[in-house]
């Protein structure tokens, strides 16, 4: 059959008339007929007889297994009735009774007859399209006529094709067993069939084809047990990321979800079990974290519960609580390195509601939010700004001998909604700034002196620090508004031995322009509306790129390694920004790097990476030789 929108037109149209067929000729000495000749002819050489006349038998098959399906609800309300008038007689001569008995007698022949026509066609056929039209068939046969499908040597024939390598057929495979695990009634037949194929299956969660793995985690989810769960579990940190919520869908239903207190009746719960549930389930989904030692992962561990977990993860005064409650003997509280992922854990679910699911390195996220998508999105920024405008300070002031927790903290004001109504609470805002000043004293003050630019040791080290607090905020929050590019670009110009600034410095001056660039090329979607901005931002990629091919002559190698660094990191953000330019708007205006630009990074590369004391070593030793 020919693919396209006429082939499938066809399809359909042909399948609907194989329905009607068999509904009027279903008792019709045609049909065996029928069924003789498309089995023939569906093992023709020719593939498009092949493909047409199994898609025929297939369909013939499935309207025979429908019809089958109302002549056995015939049979069982045929017998009610009899049983019915049975118990008012209590006569078996009854002339109704006999009636019916005749009827249901009637209606088992014909099913047996029916049931005679379904010698099944299945084809292991070396067209993948048949073999995949089979298996979807076949599904649902054993679905809806398991009396006559559901056996051990129909599931084993499913089972093998699972191995099949075109991962459509696979596919259509693990769809037609979620449909058999689903009904408890058919779950006693499928044992031997589970202990022969689930490592098979356990194995496909990491197929090649994301939508098998997908696919195949949700019917594991319906007959995994404890000994699967440390295999599965990991998954959560897959780089699919439909793959990794199911996943996490498995985490919370099997460990989070009965990691509460339980009670048979319900009043016995009270304030303080409500309180504990939460508690337990944090509890236990920090144990999982940490067994599973894959520390730097803790975004992509909430990105993978958050579409099953959501209410715990945005309980947000919960987390709060926990984290600022202080242990005692009948509660002992957390552990130091359970408080840094829980604070982990807090801003990663605060940046999930504020921005979504998008994470560097995970694909498979939808990149289209509806109304009532964006409008949860905002209702979440509004929340999370009421709470940490009051709970913030009291969390920097408890973890601010902590440098991680202070670090992780510090990103939660970049998500606050400026229109929330709250944010207009000065004494909030006020009390907030001054304890982000205090914390952002105690941890860049002491360690920040170094070389002074002049007499002035004290000065210099006051600058160095700010120089350092403002790379630190350019790592996390656009800070172009204020133009610090034309501020800052100057220190590049004037050597440290003629006064200009020391190397300490300017390893942070380089870091903060280079994020400047690369934030102001990245945004430029937005932000070129004129032509006039586009010549502003090429004038000062070019100052950049200048300044920066002044600094790679630097005595200092640091400096040499963080310029170099920078100026490629640039040049590669405009190239990337020139390829995701929208013709139809106003776009950037192209910067090519001078030639002497080039040499020097050229020549830098070759003396620092292709040729170091190693290889001159080497070289030195080889003339010796000689």
Known sequence: ??????????????????????????????????????????????????HTCTLAAVKLLSSLVAVAMSLSVGIENSQKLYEVQERKTRQRGNVQQERIEKKVTELQGKRAEIESMMDILFKDDVLPEIRSLCMAELGLWMKLYSSAFLNDSYLKSMGWMMHDKIPDVRLKCVL???????????????????????DRLISM??????????????????????EDYQQLLQLVYSSQRPLAAAAGELLFSRLLNTAGPTSDAED????????????????????????????????????????????????????????LQDPSSHAPGLTCAEQVVLVEMLVASVRQAAEGPSLAGRSGVKKVTNAKERKIQNDDCTKLTDHFLVALPQLLSKFSESSDCVA????????????????????????????????????????????SFSADEEKTGDILATLKKLRAFHNCHNLLRWNLFELLSPLLSVESSEGGAPPEALLEVLQCL???????????????????????????????????HHCLSHSHPRVQQQT??????????????????????????????????????????????????DCESQSGVSGNSV
């Open 564 to 613: 170099f660094l920078g100026v490629c990191d640039v040049l590669t953000a405009h190239s990337f920004q020139l390829q995701e330019w929208d013709p139809s708007c106003f776009g950037p205006l192209l910067y090519t790097p001078s030639p002497k630009l080039q040499r020097a990074l050229s020549t830098f590369l070759c003396m620092h990476v292709f040729t170091g004391p």
């Open 514 to 548: 280079s994020s400047c660039m690369i934030r102001s090329l990245s945004t430029s979607t937005d932000s070129l509306t004129s032509r006039e901005k586009a010549v502003a931002q090429r004038l000062q990629l070019r100052l950049f790129c200048k300044r920066g």
């Open 268 to 323: 016995d719960i009270n304030k303080e079990g409500v309180h504990k549930q939460p508690t337990s389930r944090l509890k236990a989904l920090l144990q999982f974290y940490q067994e599973s030692e894959l520390h730097k992962h803790v975004v992509y561990l909430v990105d993978s519960l958050w579409d099953v977990g959501a209410a715990l993860l945005k309980d947000w005064p919960t987390l709060t609580s926990i984290l």
């Open 1 to 50: 059959m020919q693919s396209g929108p006429e082939g499938r037109w066809f399809s359909s149209e042909f399948c609907d008339f194989m329905s009607v067929l068999v509904s009027q000729c279903q008792h019709s000495y045609l049909m065996n007929t029928l069924i003789s000749l498309l089995t023939e002819l569906s093992d023709s050489l020719v593939r498009a007889f092949r």
């Open 176 to 198: 037609g067993l979620q449909g058999f695990y689903v009904d408890p009634q058919l779950l006693p037949k499928l044992d031997l069939f589970t202990s022969r194929f689930k």
């Open 205 to 226: 969660t990491l197929d090649e084809d994301n939508e098998v793995a997908v696919q195949t985690m949700k019917l594991l989810l319906l007959i995994s047990s404890p």
């Open 408 to 451: 992780s903290l510090m990103k939660i004001p970049q998500f606050f909604l400026p229109e929330c109504p709250d944010s207009d609470n000065t004494q909030a805002v006020s009390a907030l700034t001054a304890e982000m000043e205090t914390v952002l004293e105690r941890h860049a003050g002491p360690s920040l002196k170094g070389d």
